[in-house]
């Protein structure tokens, strides 16, 4: 043979080899110019000697001889063997030889013979490629095929593709005339391009469907590389085929599972959670999906445990069909029966067979139900058992066939199905409801390994249907105490018409501490409040409350806006200080405090009807909008201090005078941040948004709803809440002033010019209780401070009558002694009164006192 190592040929191969020629004495004859290659010897320096001189070890003769035995098989066949011969160099080389007989039965028993002879290392590389290929060729596990340059077949091993409508004899045939053409010419081009390019392919998944059984196929993996002749042109391709359509199964059903699971801790909402569920379940695994649930999960219910009675389901969620198709009618939900003792249902025949192809029951594009198909007729056998699933095949009998068993109602509920399967939700023993499964057209029926892997997703929907009920559950409580600490939704005062809108924010996010207030003050004045209380849940809307009661508790004092919140700065202060060194009784820390900063934003802000001005301050939140009269919307201008809870920061107070029949509109800042840019623009889209819904010209308990329509419902990130109050006067017809000297005889002036003004107004009825206010309280200014009185009528809802002294001492009522001939001016004037009392001014103080008016 060759010489080189680039010798494709057998290796005793008589085209250009090593050969030597020996006599019946075992000198060497004849030396080939290969043999001359090998060895570094030249024929004149070998020819005529022994054999024997060739041997690294001459005393090896006898050795090399007895590898050929003896008998006549060695005479007649020839024998092989290996030698150390001594190259020219003078180093030794292992070689193989083969001894082939010349003369065996001529005259004379003459017994020439060739010997062929190639290096060792060549000889058994030869030996392990030919071993290689023929085992390959004889293995099972894989499918083995050499094409020619035509891509038609030449060799395959009996294991190449064992499926139905592969035929048995392979040779010349393309992959056309036993596969689908769209399957075989997608193989056929990537085989082309290995042939053309010579660049191995490598991990290529292909789908293989027979023409005589064309259902899910299979799923092959192809590796391929080129095959070259001796001179190098390409003379085919090998190519390996290994079916992986279970391992591709199994992947697909890990990938479902976990893609369900992600879609399951999605959210917090009990619908949405099912609605993911079931969008990720139709069409990758069904053709339709449908989830029950118990009416009362949705209210965050929790359902009897099994073994009681039938519990009634509502359908919640559908994917993959006519929402109108499966959305019909209700359910119930009972105990699963007892363990079927019928077999599982088979797939037809010889559905787990080896050669059978088996549904690609995980394959993407599945195809979509077939409204148009007869309904289920039948219902195959099923497998049930306690908290498992039931599994219905054979549903679209053809017609004709025999009918088996009626189809549950649930499977035969989308129509041309031809399998369906159901798997409870359940969780700690309680059932919540189930999940449904349908398979429509020509996909592949459903298996006890899908129901397998539906009650695993069944099972983990529970848990998370099981959560989002307990969050609904705190939630409904959260927003029921927090509608319920909240005053409602529309107000009429003298002072102001006021309404408010509050959305509470999505399950995600929870609910918040958004809270506002109309406070009614003395003088017809009014006070309105809104606030946002940092983090979400139970805990914002209890500080929510126990805000807003602070905020009422010191409203009825009379406090100037900024000296208000610097009393609830305080009071936020003490709370956080408290949760942060309450421990249990135990001496163990309690709950940890919600994390997240601590404490409020809040806008107090107090209209005066009489003067027109508006008062206000902030802790930290959004200024309020004004729409004057004119159209125009514009911003206040505040000076805000910070958030409460933060301390040792002022409030600064802002003074405004509102015309009458202004819109004033508070507001919390989840209305101007959505997510849908800064709050600039928020602001500026809530400006639009007033304008757009005349809050001029319509009452504000529609114009609100208009304010937040295009809001998500339901999508809310955070609470948002609108405050619209449109401002009145009290003309000057019902308000009468009059200025007092500190003389006590002014008292029966004071008591003659309010009994004028009540006839005036028609209040003659409230003239004796009117006179005795009116006397005890200018009394007590003159007595007590002295200085010039200022006496005020207002005629609002109620008759108010103010005294106003330079003193800042606030008046108490005491209990006078029997023996006491004074003390008992303020106990007359409360009991006279509807209410009563005072509050400090920029000059000293202001008493006041509160009446009825008389029906009309």
């Given at each position: ?45 070998v ?19 007895a ?49 062929l002879g ?149 959210s ?81 025949p ?86 449904m499964l ?25 848990v ?11 939630r409904?409580?959260?927003?029921g ?47 309105l ?10 805990y ?42 309450e421990?249990t009784?135990?001496g ?7 994390s997240?900063?601590a ?88 400006a ?30 955070d609470?948002?809440?609108?405050l ?133």
């Amino acid at each position: 043979m060759r010489a080189t190592e680039s010798n494709q040929d057998y290796p005793f191969a008589v085209t250009d080899t090593a050969a030597a020629l020996l006599d019946d004495s075992g000198t060497v004859t004849a030396w080939t110019p290969a043999a001359e290659a090998l060895l570094q010897r030249r024929s004149a320096d070998v020819c005529g000697r022994p054999a024997r001189d060739l041997l690294a070890d001459a005393g090896s003769w006898a050795a090399v001889l007895a590898q050929g035995g003896r008998g006549g098989a060695r005479e007649r066949e020839g024998w092989q063997g290996r030698a150390t011969l001594r190259h020219g160099s003078g180093r030794e080389l292992e070689v193989g030889f083969r001894v082939i007989p010349l003369d065996h039965g001529a005259p004379g028993g003459a017994a020439r013979c060739l010997v062929l002879g190639a290096p060792l290392e060549l000889v058994a590389r030869w030996r392990q490629d030919h071993a290689f290929t023929h085992e390959l060729f004889l293995q099972g596990r894989v499918g083995l095929a050499v094409f020619d340059a035509d891509l038609r077949l030449l060799r395959t091993n009996t294991h190449l593709l064992p499926y139905t409508g592969v035929p048995v004899d392979l040779g010349g045939r393309r992959l056309a005339d036993f596969l689908w053409a769209e399957d075989a010419g997608i193989i056929e081009d990537r085989l082309r391009e290995v042939l053309h390019t010579g660049n191995p392919l490598i991990g290529f998944n292909a789908t293989t469907r027979t023409l005589d059984d064309p259902r899910g196929g299979r799923i092959v993996t192809i590796q391929a590389f080129r095959l070259q002749e001796p001179d190098g042109h390409p003379m085919g391709v090998a190519t390996v085929f290994t079916d992986v359509t279970d391992h591709e199964r199994s992947r697909g059903r890990l990938d479902l599972l976990y893609r369900a699971t992600g879609a399951l801790g999605g959210s917090l909402s009990v619908l949405r959670t099912v609605e993911d569920l079931v969008a990720v379940l139709a069409p990758t695994f069904g053709d339709c999906a449908a989830v029950d649930l118990a009416e009362t999960v949705l209210t965050g219910g929790e359902p009897p445990a099994q073994g009681h009675q039938p519990l009634p389901l509502i359908r919640m969620a559908v994917a993959g069909a006519d929402p109108d198709v499966l959305r019909t009618g209700t359910a119930h939900f009972a105990d699963p029966p007892a363990p079927a003792a019928s077999p599982p249902a088979a797939n037809g025949p010889g559905a787990n067979e080896p050669g059978a192809n088996e549904p690609g029951a995980n394959e993407p594009g599945a195809n979509e139900p077939n409204a148009d198909e007869p309904g289920a007729h039948r219902s195959g056998p099923t497998r049930t058992r306690e908290c498992r699933g039931e599994l219905a095949t054979g549903l679209g009998t053809p017609p004709g066939a025999a009918l088996g068993e009626a189809a549950p109602e649930w499977a035969a509920a989308v129509p041309g199905a031809h399998s369906a399967m159901t798997a409870p939700l359940c969780a700690r023993g309680i059932g919540f409801g189930r999940l449904m499964l349908w398979r429509t057209g020509d996909t592949p029926p459903l298996e006890e390994d899908d129901l397998a892997l539906l009650e695993e997703i069944a099972a983990r929907a529970a848990v998370a249907v099981d959560n989002a009920r307990r969050y609904t559950k705190e939630r409904r409580t959260a927003v029921g105490l927090q509608r319920s600490l909240l005053p409602p939704a529309t107000a009429e005062t003298p002072a102001l018409e006021a309404a408010s809108l509050y959305l509470p924010a999505d399950t995600d996010s929870g609910v918040g501490g958004d809270w506002f207030d109309v406070i009614p003050l003395s003088s017809a004045r009014v006070a309105l409040v809104v606030g946002d209380v940092a983090g979400h849940g139970l805990y914002a809307t209890a500080m929510m409350g126990r805000l807003r009661s602070a905020v009422r508790a010191m409203a009825d004092l009379e406090l100037e806006p900024e000296e208000l919140l610097a009393h609830v700065d305080d009071m936020v202060l003490q709370v956080v200080a408290e949760a942060e060194s309450e421990d249990t009784e135990d001496g163990e820390a309690g709950p940890p405090a919600p994390s997240g900063p601590a404490g409020a934003t809040c806008l107090y802000a107090v209209y005066d009807p009489v003067t027109r001005h508006c008062v206000m301050a902030s802790a930290g939140h959004p200024p309020p909008a004004v729409v004057s009269p004119d159209g125009t919307v514009e911003y206040v201008e505040l000076s805000p201090g910070p958030p409460l809870g933060v301390g040792g920061w002022p409030f600064e107070p802002v003074e405004r005078e509102l015309p009458a029949g202004s819109v004033l509109a508070l507001y919390t800042d989840g209305l101007i941040e959505r997510g849908e840019g800064d709050i600039d623009q928020g602001m500026h889209d809530l400006a639009d948004r007033l304008l757009r819904a005349d809050v001029l010209g319509r009452p504000l308990r529609q114009a609100r709803h208009d304010i937040v329509e295009g809001l998500p419902p339901g999508r809310l990130r955070d609470d948002v809440t609108l405050l619209l109050a449109r401002t009145r006067v009290v003309d000057a017809g019902s308000l009468a002033t009059w200025q007092l000297d500190a003389d006590p005889a002014v008292v029966a002036d004071a008591r003659h010019l309010v009994l004028e003004q009540l006839s005036t107004w028609e209040l003659d009825e409230l003239a004796f209780s009117t006179e005795l206010i009116v006397s005890e309280l200018v009394t007590n200014a003159i007595r007590h401070a002295g200085g010039p009185v200022r006496l005020r009528l207002i005629r609002a809802d109620t008759l108010t009558c103010e005294v106003s002294d330079s003193s800042n001492t606030q008046p108490r009522m005491r209990r006078a002694r029997n023996s006491e001939e004074g003390g008992r001016g303020l106990y007359i004037v409360a009991q006279l009164s509807h209410r009563w009392g005072s509050r400090y001014t920029a000059g000293g103080k202001t008493v006041w006192s509160e009446q009825s008016l008389p029906l009309a």
